[in-house]
């Protein structure tokens, strides 16, 4: 990272690198970011208020485009470690910097492919819930290999979630609607948190990014898919 763009961020850069997590993990790296904070603040926590790090929940949001979800998800749940990956340089900046203004500490950010972090950072058990929000469809038949949501990437995510973890989907593309229901569907670890719907239309309690309110204002249809890992069998 080059150190004209460390300096853009108004605050702690939460970006990270593929190296920084292979090399310290992820507990360590939030464990930093808090201390960080707790240093600027009074003295006098309750140390035993605080959640040690073996027990927070870590949930990754894939592709957080503008942000909207990822912050308002954060905010709401400060005792939850939030990881977001995007592709995009430039997303990834813009998105620290706004992590940086609202000083949330419970966010780290990695520019990288999602299906290689996933693969390389998260394996096994790693993960609470999985956010996809909206990826691009790749609506031409030619590109459709470089959706999101494929077989290899499911599998990575039944393995990366805890037991009772949940891998959630979102998409306004009818096409790519039904490619993630047939894949979806055929991961045997995974089993539909809405069935016997394959989705829903919509989900009461879920934090709309202005996107969404602005597609379904003018009726276009949303899906929202949600999965969650079948209980785990210890075999002898």
């Not at 005792?79 to 940086?100: N, Q, Y």
């Not at 009818?174 to 089993?191: G, K, M, N, P």
């Not at 009726?219 to 785990?232: E, K, N, Q, S, W």
Request: charged share 30%.
């Amino acid at each position: 990272m080059s150190r004209s763009l460390k300096y853009e961020i108004p605050g702690d850069d939460p970006r990270l690198s593929l190296t920084d997590v292979a090399a310290l993990g992820w507990d360590e790296l939030f464990a930093k970011t808090r201390q960080t904070g707790e240093n600027r603040l009074a003295e006098g926590i309750d140390a035993s208020s605080r959640i040690s790090e073996s027990r927070r929940r870590r949930v990754l949001e894939i592709g957080f485009g503008r942000g909207e979800f990822l912050l308002a998800m954060a905010d709401r749940m400060p005792e939850v470690d939030f990881v977001g990956i995007e592709i995009s340089f430039k997303r990834t900046l813009k998105m620290a910097r706004k992590v940086a203004r609202a000083e949330l500490r419970n966010i780290r950010l990695l520019e990288a492919r999602a299906e290689v972090a996933l693969k390389q950072l998260f394996l096994p058990l790693g993960l609470s819930e999985i956010w996809v929000n909206f990826s691009d469809p790749w609506p031409k038949v030619r590109h459709s290999h470089r959706r999101v949501i494929q077989a290899n990437f499911v599998a990575d995510a039944a393995l990366a979630l805890e037991e009772g973890g949940a891998l959630y989907v979102a998409t306004d593309d009818v096409r790519y609607a039904h490619q993630i229901d047939t894949v979806l569907a055929a991961e045997s670890r995974l089993f539909n948190q809405y069935h016997p719907w394959p989705y829903l239309a919509s989900v009461p309690g879920r934090f709309e990014t202005g996107y969404e309110e602005q597609w379904r204002s003018v009726g276009r249809p949303l899906h929202f898919f949600a999965y969650a890992t079948t209980p785990r069998i210890d075999l002898p």
